[in-house]
């Protein structure tokens, strides 16, 4: 410890070896294109598809409610049923597009690893 005066008895922790990649410019470009073009999960499908399924939910209990009720107009019934079970219809379908696109989140961000580990395998440890 050179230079260093402590008036208490401290440790002095110093910083650790670690191996250093030294990467072509181009390959640095490339990497940064990819991560560039990696698309960001936004939950958009999850959120309206939850919105749908309590759209679903409303229509069970409305329907439960209407079935009580004896002087009720004629169109209130089917137009719940249908309000229902079209929500639900498309509920299911954003959830299936919400874990497509977590699919292809992971499948782009599975290909930049793989560029990673292929400049780091140009390397001798």
Aim: with cysteine; hydrophobic share 45%.
């Amino acid at each position: 410890m050179d230079g260093l005066k402590l008036s208490q008895d401290y440790y002095v922790y110093t910083p650790k070896k670690s191996a250093v990649y030294p990467i072509t410019e181009s390959d640095w470009n490339r990497i940064k294109k990819m991560l560039g073009n990696v698309i960001v999960p936004k939950k958009v499908y999850s959120f309206f598809s939850s919105l749908c399924f309590g759209i679903t939910a409303s229509s069970i209990f409305s329907f439960i409610s209407f079935i009580t009720i004896e002087k009720i107009p004629n169109w209130i019934i089917p137009t719940n049923i249908s309000i229902g079970i079209s929500s639900l219809i498309l509920a299911i379908i954003l959830l299936i597009l919400d874990e497509q696109q977590k699919d292809i989140i992971k499948i782009s961000s599975h290909f930049i690893i793989e560029e990673m580990e292929s400049i780091e395998s140009k390397f001798e440890e």
